[in-house]
């Protein structure tokens, strides 16, 4: 077989957002189709990702094996993709008998309730045992805020199986760790978090809302063309993407009402692929605390800086350059990382704004 070069034009490394997408399609793919022996590296001109496969696929076939991954499971998405299939199904026959109670006048307005309330806990426990199979993570709860000795119980439950598939015990080490806990007792987390709650946003809640929405149309649109931005975006981002700073005084209306957030303003294929490269950083213990890897306090900012590099590399050769100690310096020194296949570092200051976390524009530094 001849190995294939494949460009992701959508992608742009200096965006925070795309370049973790980057990471999820190298993952997911390393993951689902290790046949593939699938590497990444970066066109120095235009600063876009390139896929190096070992077979020739069209861009339909790789955004399908990627949409599967993320809707089925990374390994074996097979009866993941089927949960899936029962929980769509059974969400049409509630809507279409709410329609048809709504006509039915003989029905008292309690007994509608009760039915429809029998609907959806029947479907909440169908969108548990698809992502049971699908994201077991996303099951844990709507938020990273799990006490320690929680916490501590699934670390050691999902050590207990990395030997045959690590799978989980990277998530695991990438939401939170058990080392280190706050003054409610509560796992310190990933610095990729950027909400936890409040004005209704939580961080996995939201992972759980895309994977509901998402489309392989979603995926294509994502790696193959300019980001128009055409998604829904209420509930819908994790605000890795700097656009997503609209500061509320700079804003035409209130966003909380906007109707246009239902419609446009975000990328959701970008966003997933995003979350599925969170376990190429986990979360991991210091002498005072736990530190994410790439981030970095840097003149009392948290920082997170990564790197662009020209020759192709696999899964595991990203996640040493991605951990390089050189990156998290204040001034990188770029004939130490040139040899490395570095030509590129960017960096982006995490700040909070009212109730919300944000990254701004990298830079490169």
Not at 171 to 185: K, M, P, R
Request: glycine content about 6%.
């Amino acid at each position: 077989m001849n190995s294939s070069l494949c460009p992701l034009p959508g992608l742009d490394g200096t965006n925070p957002l795309a370049f973790l997408a980057s990471l999820g399609v190298l993952r997911l793919l390393t993951l689902a189709r290790p046949e593939l022996e699938p590497q990444l590296s970066w066109d120095k001109g235009c600063q876009r990702p390139v896929l190096k496969l070992r077979n020739v696929l069209t861009q339909d076939e790789i955004s399908q094996i990627l949409w599967s991954s993320l809707i089925g499971g990374p390994n074996d998405c097979g009866a993941g993709l089927k949960a899936r299939e029962v929980l769509s199904s059974r969400q049409n026959q509630r809507e279409a008998a709410e329609k048809e109670m709504k006509k039915d006048k003989s029905l008292s307005s309690a007994d509608r309730k009760k039915r429809l309330e029998a609907y959806d806990a029947e479907l909440s426990e169908l969108q548990k045992r698809w992502l049971g199979l699908a994201a077991p993570h996303l099951n844990f709860g709507p938020d990273t805020k799990f006490q320690m000795t929680v916490y501590r119980s699934w670390e050691l439950a999902a050590k207990d199986v990395s030997a045959s598939d690590r799978t989980q015990a990277d998530v695991i080490a990438s939401l939170c760790s058990s080392a280190h806990g706050d003054e409610e007792g509560f796992a310190a987390d990933t610095d990729f978090r950027t909400v936890r709650g409040a004005g209704h946003q939580h961080f996995l809640g939201i992972m759980v809302n895309q994977l509901i929405e998402l489309q392989p149309q979603h995926v294509q649109k994502t790696l193959f063309a300019p980001w128009q931005y055409d998604d829904p975006l209420e509930a819908l981002s994790l605000r890795w993407d700097p656009l997503d700073d609209v500061r509320y005084a700079l804003r035409w209306g209130n966003p909380s009402g906007d109707p246009l957030r239902k419609k446009q303003g975000n990328m959701i294929a970008a966003n997933t692929l995003a979350a599925a490269a969170l376990p190429c950083f986990p979360v991991v213990p210091t002498d005072d605390g736990v530190a994410t890897t790439g981030f970095s306090k840097i003149n009392r900012a948290t920082c997170w800086s990564w790197p662009l590099w020209d020759g192709f590399l696999n899964l595991d050769c990203v996640r040493s350059l991605l951990a390089h100690h050189e990156l998290q310096k204040d001034e990188p020194d770029h004939r130490q990382l040139s040899p490395m296949g570095i030509f590129g570092v960017f960096r982006t200051e995490r700040f909070t704004q009212g109730k919300f976390r944000n990254f701004t524009p990298a830079e490169a530094v």
